[in-house]
């Protein structure tokens, strides 16, 4: 009976120690996570530190990323907060844990739009020169004002073929927003005419058509004609002003004038003349050529070899 009893009690333990060697450790679920990138599109890294797990999903809260592996990263396109689940699985069972990231946006600024602008030519037909002076932005849209359409170049040159008043506009676009500015350029018309404000006379010939030299008291007395191209008369300045008594110390003098070239595509003459009671001296003269003349200046300069050197001073029309 007694060996009945001691059988029994080792029996038992047998069956306890065996019991304990099988109840295994379940797993527990726990993770951290290193964001690679500050703003949104984001790269984040995910560090696992779960235990007693052999198989893990993992759920990144965007609606779509999922994974299976250890130590995975995925990639936030877009800001916001994200709640991310890891489930792990072991031996000993399964444990879920979840925590929350936070993507930012990352604030760009608002970009102003601006610009200047040189104009080449002062009448049409006008090349312009278009500086951009917008700041934070990527892409410009330009609309000239003529209906020529759009141009998205950063500084754009533009020609404008006509004359008149042109709306121009510049839309910049930047990860901050939109800006947008509108400034107006005149472009005046081609002139048609031009007038002859002033003659300036820095010199003029030394002597009188005969050789002999002007008299240092009572020098020339100086007036012009313009006529057209068959030599017939057009303008007499005699009838109105002429310079008197001109001596050597009166170099620069001006003669007054208000004659209007009303045809740019004709060629004039310019003749100056002493005047004389008996008879008119021929002094010298020019051709005059508008239509080749620098419509941006305001002066013409000529120079001769028989001594003169005079100036024009004008004014483009362009009605």
């Not at 990231?101 to 990352?106: D, G, H, R």
């Not at 007499?236 to 740019?264: A, C, E, G, Q, W």
Request: contains cysteine; aromatic residues 14%; charged residues 25%.
């Amino acid at each position: 009976m007694k060996n009945i009893h001691i059988t029994l009690f080792l029996l038992v333990v047998i069956l306890v120690g065996c019991s304990s060697e099988e109840e295994l450790a379940p797993p527990t679920a726990n993770f951290n996570y290193n964001l690679v990138d500050k703003f949104a599109p984001a790269k984040v890294d995910f560090i696992n530190t779960s235990e007693n797990a052999s198989s893990y999903t993992w759920d990144f809260g965007d609606g779509s990323s999922t994974s299976n592996n250890e130590n995975p990263s995925c990639y936030f396109e877009s800001a916001g907060t994200y709640t991310v689940t890891l489930i792990v699985k072991g031996d000993g069972g399964t444990d879920k844990i979840t925590k929350t990231i936070n993507i930012k946006q990352k604030e760009y600024k608002l970009p102003t739009a601006n610009f200047s602008y040189e104009i080449d030519n002062r009448f049409a037909p006008a090349l312009v020169y278009f500086t951009n002076e917008s700041k934070d932005g990527d892409s410009y849209t330009w609309n000239f004002g003529d209906g020529s359409g759009y141009n998205s170049a950063v500084n754009p040159n533009y020609t404008y073929q006509k004359g008149g008043i042109y709306t121009v506009s510049l839309k910049v676009k930047g990860k901050g927003g939109n800006d947008y500015i509108s400034k107006t350029i005149k472009i005046p018309n081609t002139p048609t005419k031009v007038k002859i404000k002033n003659i300036i006379v820095h010199s003029y010939p030394k002597t009188e058509k005969n050789g002999a030299g002007w008299d240092i008291s009572d020098g020339p007395d100086i007036f012009y004609q313009i006529s057209d191209k068959d030599g017939n008369e057009i303008y007499d300045s005699n009838k109105s002003y002429r310079k008197t008594d001109v001596t050597p110390n009166s170099s620069p003098f001006y003669i007054s004038s208000n004659f209007i070239l009303t045809d740019l595509t004709k060629t004039y003459g310019l003749d100056f003349y002493d005047y004389d009671y008996d008879d008119n001296d021929w002094m010298g003269g020019y051709y005059l050529d508008p239509y080749n003349w620098n419509t941006d200046l305001d002066v013409i300069k000529f120079n001769s070899d028989n001594g003169w050197k005079i100036d024009l001073e004008i004014e483009w029309i362009n009605q």
